[in-house]
C-alpha cells in the first residue's frame, strides 16, 4: 500500500468515526491529551503545532496553556474532526487557536518554526515513522520540545481481544495481524525511533491505567468512535449486530466495568 492510499484510508474511518469520536465513552481522547500537554511545561507566548490533532484533545489544553499571545496550530486529516475541534474552540472562546487539513509531512515551514510540536496517537498511522519525526524535528527550533504520545502494550483489554475474536467468527479476512502501534509499542521502541530519527535528549514515561465503562454499551460506542470503525463499516447490518453482541455478551458475563490501557508518553528537547 502507498502512502496516499494509507493516509486516504486513515483519513476515511476518522472522518467516519467523528460522529461518535467525542462521545463521553471516549473521554480517554481529552484525558491522555491533556496529559501530554502537562508533560510539556508550555510557557505563555509559546507557538505549537499539534499534529494528528483529531477533534484538539491536546490542542485546546495547549492554547489554554499558551494563552493570548501564544498561538497553536492543529493539523489533520479528517475534515470532520476539524469542525469538531473548531467548534469546542469557539466555545471556548480561545482565539490564539487555529484548525487546517493537511499532510504534516508536507507542510512546508521553515527550520525552527515552532516551541513545541505535539504528535498525540498518530505518528503510527504514516508508513515511514522515521521521516515523519525528522520533518517534526526540523520544524522545532533549539531548546523546543517535541513530544510523541503513543498506545503501549495493552490497549483497552480484554475487550480488543474480544472484538477482534468477534470479527474473526465473521469476516476472518478483515483481522489484523498487527495494529499500526505495535512498531512502536514498548519504551523501547518508541525511544529507537527517536533516537534512529536524530532527536536528542528524550524521556520516555509509561503510564499503565484503566478507563472506566459507565456502561456495557460504552465500549461498542468506543468501537464506534475510533480505529475500529473501518473494520465494523465492512460488515453487513446482521454480522455488525452479532459482532456487538459478542462484545457485550462477553464485558456483561464476566462483569467489566474497566479497561487496561496503556499509554507511551516520549518527550524530547531540542
Known amino acids: 500500500m502507498s502512502k496516499e492510499e ?11 468515526a467523528s460522529d461518535y469520536f467525542d462521545a463521553p465513552a471516549l473521554s480517554f481522547w481529552n484525558r491522555f491529551g491533556q496529559q501530554t500537554i502537562n508533560h510539556l511545561a508550555l510557557r505563555p507566548g509559546d507557538r505549537v503545532l499539534d499534529v494528528c490533532c483529531g477533534s484538539g484533545a491536546s490542542a485546546i489544553p495547549a492554547a489554554v496553556r499558551v494563552g493570548s499571545t501564544g498561538q497553536v496550530l ?3 486529516i479528517a475534515e470532520s474532526l476539524l469542525q469538531l475541534a473548531r467548534d469546542k474552540a469557539q466555545q471556548q472562546g480561545l482565539e490564539n487557536i487555529k484548525f487546517q487539513a493537511g499532510d504534516f509531512e508536507t507542510l512546508g515551514f521553515p527550520d525552527e518554526s515552532f516551541d513545541a ?16 519525526v525528522r520533518e517534526l524535528w526540523r520544524m522545532l527550533r533549539p531548546g523546543g520540545k517535541l513530544a510523541i504520545t503513543s498506545w503501549g502494550e495493552r ?33 523501547d521502541l518508541l525511544r529507537g525511533l527517536l533516537e534512529e530519527s536524530g532527536v536528542t535528549q528524550i524521556e520516555v514515561f509509561t503510564e499503565m491505567g484503566t478507563h472506566n465503562l459507565t456502561t456495557l454499551e460504552d465500549w461498542w460506542t468506543m468501537c464506534l468512535g475510533g480505529g475500529y470503525r473501518g473494520t465494523i ?24 466495568h474497566a479497561l487496561e490501557v496503556d ?4 518527550i524530547a528537547q531540542k
Not at 6 to 16: D, K
Not at 157 to 185: C, G, H, M, Q, Y
Not at 233 to 256: G, I, M, S
Open 6 to 16: 494509507a493516509l486516504a484510508r486513515v483519513e476515511a474511518v476518522f472522518n467516519a
Open 74 to 76: 492543529g493539523i489533520d
Open 117 to 132: 510540536i505535539v504528535c498525540v496517537f498518530g505518528i503510527f498511522f504514516v508508513p515511514d515513522m522515521q521521516a515523519a
Open 155 to 187: 490497549v483497552f483489554e480484554p475487550a480488543n481481544r474480544v472484538f477482534w475474536d468477534a470479527i474473526a467468527v465473521e469476516r476472518p479476512e478483515l483481522v489484523k495481524s498487527f495494529t499500526p502501534w505495535d512498531r512502536i509499542r514498548c519504551p
Open 233 to 256: 463499516d465492512q460488515l453487513d447490518p446482521a454480522a455488525k449486530e452479532r459482532v456487538r453482541q459478542a462484545n457485550l455478551n462477553f464485558l456483561q458475563t464476566y462483569q467489566v
Open 263 to 266: 499509554v507511551l508518553y516520549a
